[in-house]
């Protein structure tokens, strides 16, 4: 009695089994279909892996196709390297757009490979644009400056864009020996790499050496000095590099040859001496008055020297007008 409303509902449930199964395929027409050609070589440029970048679509829902494109894949690799993306990993991507596998034909290469565009700084050119600026910027001049060696320890590897760089030399400190120099790469306005390069810089300048021995008190002459070239490193700060500074001046003490001639080694020669006999003139507008006086100690040009008045007997102060007259206020 039992047995036909069995079979019945046995065939009932069979039946909704096959529609479940079938409608999904017969509710999507091939217009709906979209499919998505994964490429196996990519090359990205950003810093994220969109699929619109590593597939191509085949179909009429431009509305999907447009969604698919936009569909976050992974982080690109760093600039100039490579990485692989997983089948699983890109499908799981797409379901987490809200995107239903149904809707799609993914057809997976064998392997996806994605590589980071980049622009590749050379060593030499590096070496280049440091060498440019220093020479610009030394204060002694290029032609004075000699720079022996730029160290660089590798290529700059920086992502895809619009490069530009800045140099910066250490502050408060001449360019010269071996200096760290900093280079700043920045693409599309934002920095994005900071190397460090050193520069051996040997400045030459011209200084005046002695040519052959000067005694104390000597009038030094154009055949006692000359000019050669030294590594500024080497040069006192208060070196000497005008000859019109040395000649007709007087050592201060015995030089040696091949000494670098240094304000302290030399002296104005004194335009008058203990014992001088000088006239002091003393003006006040149309008043002037003059008398004989001893001049009681060395004097330089433009100096003040101690005078005595043979008039009066009186020792004044005085400044040296030339070797025979001495200047005092009135």
């Given at each position: 009695m039992l047995l036909y409303p069995v079979c019945f509902f046995v065939n009932l449930l069979i039946l909704f089994q096959l529609l479940f199964i079938i409608m999904p395929c017969t509710c999507l027409s091939s217009e709906d279909v979209?499919?998505?050609?994964?490429?196996?070589?990519?090359?990205?440029?950003?810093?994220?892996?969109?699929?619109?970048?590593?597939?191509?679509?085949?179909?009429?829902?431009?509305?999907?196709?447009?969604?698919?494109?936009?569909?976050?894949?992974?982080?690109?690799?760093?600039?100039?390297?490579?990485?692989?993306?997983?089948?699983?990993?890109?499908?799981?991507?797409?379901?987490?757009?809200?995107?239903?596998?149904?809707?799609?034909?993914?057809?997976?290469?064998?392997?996806v490979e994605v590589t980071r565009k980049c622009t590749r700084i050379s060593k030499d050119r590096i070496r280049e644009i440091v060498r440019t600026f220093i020479l610009k910027k030394v204060p002694w001049g290029s032609d004075n400056t000699r720079i022996r060696k730029i160290t660089v320890k590798s290529d700059v590897i920086l992502p895809a864009g619009y490069i530009t760089y800045k140099v910066l030399l250490p502050e408060n400190r001449y360019p010269a020996g071996k200096v760290p120099v900093q280079v700043q790469y920045s693409v599309d306005g934002k920095l994005t790499k900071i190397i460090w390069v050193t520069a051996d810089i040997t400045v030459m300048m011209k200084v005046i050496v002695s040519n052959r021995p000067i005694r104390r008190a000597h009038f030094i002459t154009e055949d006692d000095v000359g000019i050669k070239?030294?590594?500024?490193?080497?040069?006192?700060?208060?070196?000497?590099?005008?000859?019109?500074?040395?000649?007709?001046?007087?050592?201060?003490?015995?030089?040696?040859?091949?000494?670098?001639?240094?304000?302290?080694?030399?002296?104005?020669?004194?335009l008058v001496k203990r014992g001088d006999m000088v006239r002091i003139v003393a003006e006040s507008g149309c008043l002037r008055v003059t008398a004989l006086g001893e001049v009681m100690g060395r004097g330089f040009e433009g100096g003040k020297v101690c005078v005595m008045n043979l008039d009066s007997r009186k020792k004044i102060f005085a400044r040296v007008v030339n070797a025979n007259t001495v200047r005092v206020n009135f």
């Open positions: 979209v499919t998505v050609l994964l490429h196996s070589k990519n090359t990205v440029k950003g810093n994220e892996i969109k699929l619109g970048e590593i597939a191509a679509f085949k179909g009429d829902n431009h509305e999907l196709i447009h969604r698919l494109e936009g569909v976050y894949v992974g982080r690109s690799p760093i600039p100039g390297r490579s990485r692989q993306l997983d089948n699983r990993q890109i499908t799981a991507k797409i379901r987490q757009a809200g995107i239903k596998l149904i809707h799609l034909k993914v057809v997976f290469p064998p392997r070239e030294k590594n500024l490193r080497s040069i006192p700060v208060n070196v000497i590099t005008d000859l019109k500074d040395v000649i007709g001046k007087r050592a201060k003490r015995k030089i040696a040859p091949m000494v670098i001639m240094t304000k302290d080694l030399i002296e104005r020669p004194p």
